[in-house]
C-alpha cells in the first residue's frame, strides 16, 4: 500500500496511529487538554460495547414506553415532549439564531435533570428534562427545565462563557467551513489521495469533533482570541470507509465563522 501524503495535514493516519486516532475519535474522548465530545461515561460505555460478549442468545430489547420511571433514561416521546414545550416558552425564537443563521437558538441536547436534593415526595419524583441550546447572535447557552409530569417550564436559565460538548448540526457546519477555507486546502488535498474525488460537502465526511479550550494551548493565534465565548470547534474528520484526516490543527470559529491553525 503506497504512503498517501507526507504533505498537507499530516496527514492520513496509518498504522498505530490510526488506531489510536480512530479508537480516540470513536468513543469521543477527549485528546490530551482538550474538552471532548463526550466524557467517561461515554468512554466507558463505548468500552464495554467494544468487549467480547459471551455466547448464548441475545434478546431484543424491551419495547419503549411512553414514560420513563424514576431515574430511567428520557424515552423518545419524552424527549419531543420536553423540546416542543420549551420551543413553546421560548421568548428568543424571533432574536436568536442557530448555527446556520437562521431564526432560533440551536439545539444541543436534551437530557433528563438531575436530581434535586430540596425536593421530596411527589415533586421528587416527577421527571424532568434540561433541553439545552446556544443562541449564536448572543453567545449564550439556554437551559430549560422543562417538568414533564406538568407541562410546564420551570426554570430558565441562560450564560455566557459556558461551551457544551458540540451537536450533529455544527460539527457539520463547522466541517463546510473548513472544506471552503484556504486553510482547508490540506483537507482537501488529502481527501483527494484517499478518494480519487474531489471533496465539496461535509456528508462525504464521517465527523466528530470537540470544543476547543484555549488554555490548553501555548500560543493562540490573533483569529482565535475570541474563543470560549465564542463557539469554537476542533473537526475530527474519516473518509466513510477510508483513513481518519488529521486535521486537529485546524479549529473553527462558528461565532464568527472563520478558521484558524494552531502553531
Not at 419524583?125 to 430549560?144: E, H, I, L
Not at 474563543?227 to 488529521?246: E, F, Q, S, Y
Request: with cysteine.
Amino acid at each position: 500500500m503506497r504512503e498517501l501524503a507526507r504533505r498537507h495535514l499530516g496527514k492520513l493516519v496509518t498504522g498505530a496511529a490510526l488506531a489510536v486516532a480512530g479508537a480516540a475519535v470513536a468513543v469521543g474522548v477527549s485528546l490530551p487538554g482538550d474538552a471532548g465530545a463526550a466524557g467517561d461515561t461515554a468512554a466507558a460505555g463505548a468500552a464495554r460495547q467494544d468487549a467480547v460478549a459471551p455466547a448464548g442468545t441475545v434478546e431484543a430489547a424491551p419495547r419503549e414506553g411512553e414514560k420513563g420511571v424514576g431515574r430511567d433514561p428520557l424515552t423518545d416521546a419524552e424527549i419531543t415532549r420536553a423540546e416542543k414545550l420549551a420551543a413553546a416558552s421560548d421568548t428568543l425564537r424571533r432574536s436568536a439564531r442557530d448555527v446556520d443563521g437562521d431564526r432560533g437558538p440551536q439545539h444541543l441536547s436534551t437530557n433528563l435533570t438531575e436530581t434535586d436534593p430540596r425536593l421530596t415526595g411527589a415533586a421528587a419524583a416527577q421527571r424532568r428534562a434540561d433541553v439545552v441550546s446556544y443562541d449564536y447572535r448572543g453567545d449564550t447557552v439556554v437551559t430549560k427545565t422543562v417538568n414533564l409530569d406538568t407541562g410546564t417550564v420551570e426554570d430558565t436559565a441562560t450564560d455566557h462563557g459556558v461551551q457544551p460538548p458540540p451537536g450533529r448540526a455544527e460539527l457539520t457546519e463547522a466541517a463546510r467551513l473548513l472544506i471552503g477555507d484556504k486553510l482547508g486546502a490540506g483537507l482537501r488535498e488529502d481527501y483527494a489521495d484517499a478518494t480519487g474525488k474531489k471533496l465539496t460537502e461535509a456528508k462525504q465526511l464521517q465527523l466528530s469533533g470537540m470544543i476547543f479550550r484555549k488554555g490548553t494551548v501555548r500560543d493562540v493565534p490573533a483569529e482565535l482570541a475570541g474563543c470560549g465565548t465564542h463557539r469554537c470547534l476542533r473537526v475530527i474528520a474519516k473518509v466513510t470507509n477510508g483513513p481518519w484526516i488529521d486535521t486537529r490543527a485546524l479549529v473553527v470559529d462558528l461565532s464568527d465563522r472563520t478558521v484558524g491553525r494552531l502553531s
